[in-house]
């Protein structure tokens, strides 16, 4: 997709900053996207954004749960925080979140065999009945599934996706006996996390099906 910059004179959350591209995600569906080194990738959505990304100069080195977890020095990340690579260098830091939920940064992805062992074993370690949704509703595919075909282009296989930042994804996590509940918390309308990159990056979203109740993401990269 080619980019053309512009400025944008009527959306008030973009006054004065160069607009690189901006894309509406489908529901159940992914994307990949060049962010250059100083760009910022803004997700604007109502509900769970799988975010993972690679540096596009070496597309073996790519985010790393564990160690942004313990290069931040904990499990919520947010505004100053950075998203590190295994090689533990920074790809990306949040400049601006505003979500007054936290992110998840436990869990990896919802996917076409996590969907059918729920539904056949009935499996629901995370009380996901919270969301009120029948098993025979579920979705037939998952955010893997996104995220794999959205990688595809770039020779990314499907088990070398890393497990994700889950933008909006509020999850209740006990801090004794570690026990983590999930929450249908969401994100108002027009709420977004802004992440700027620190390399060449490749960053790829699902917009997560969310067991049928997940949403549109807007995704816009802009100079700030
Ligand atoms: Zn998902």
């Given at each position: 997709m080619e980019r053309i910059a512009y400025m944008n004179q009527r959306d008030p959350g973009f006054s004065n900053m160069i607009v690189l591209q901006k894309e509406i995600v489908e529901h159940n569906t992914g994307r990949s996207f060049i962010v250059r080194q100083g760009e910022v990738f803004r997700v604007t959505g109502e509900s769970t954004c799988d975010f993972v990304v690679f540096n596009?100069?070496?597309?073996?080195?790519r985010f790393d749960q564990a160690r942004t977890k313990v290069d931040n020095g904990k499990i919520f990340l947010t505004k100053g925080d950075s998203l590190y690579s295994k090689?533990?260098?920074?790809m990306m830091t949040i400049i601006e979140d505003q979500f007054d939920g936290t992110h998840d940064l436990q869990k990896g992805m919802c996917s076409e065999k996590v969907y059918q062992d729920i539904f056949q074993k009935n499996f629901d370690n995370f009380n996901m009945s919270v969301l009120g949704?029948?098993?025979?509703?579920?979705?037939?595919?998952g955010c893997w599934e996104n995220l794999s075909s959205a990688l595809k282009s770039w020779g990314i296989l499907p088990e070398d996706i890393p497990s994700p930042w889950?933008?909006?994804q509020h999850m209740k996590i006990?801090?004794?006996?570690?026990k983590m509940e999930f929450t249908n918390k969401v994100p108002p309308p027009g709420t977004h996390v802004d992440l700027k990159a620190k390399m060449n990056c490749v960053a790829a979203v699902s917009a997560c099906p969310w067991f049928g109740k997940g949403k549109a993401l807007e995704i816009s990269i802009y100079l700030p």
């Open positions: 596009l100069e070496n597309l073996r080195e090689y533990n260098n920074i949704v029948p098993a025979e509703k579920f979705p037939k595919h889950n933008i909006f006990d801090v004794i006996t570690g």
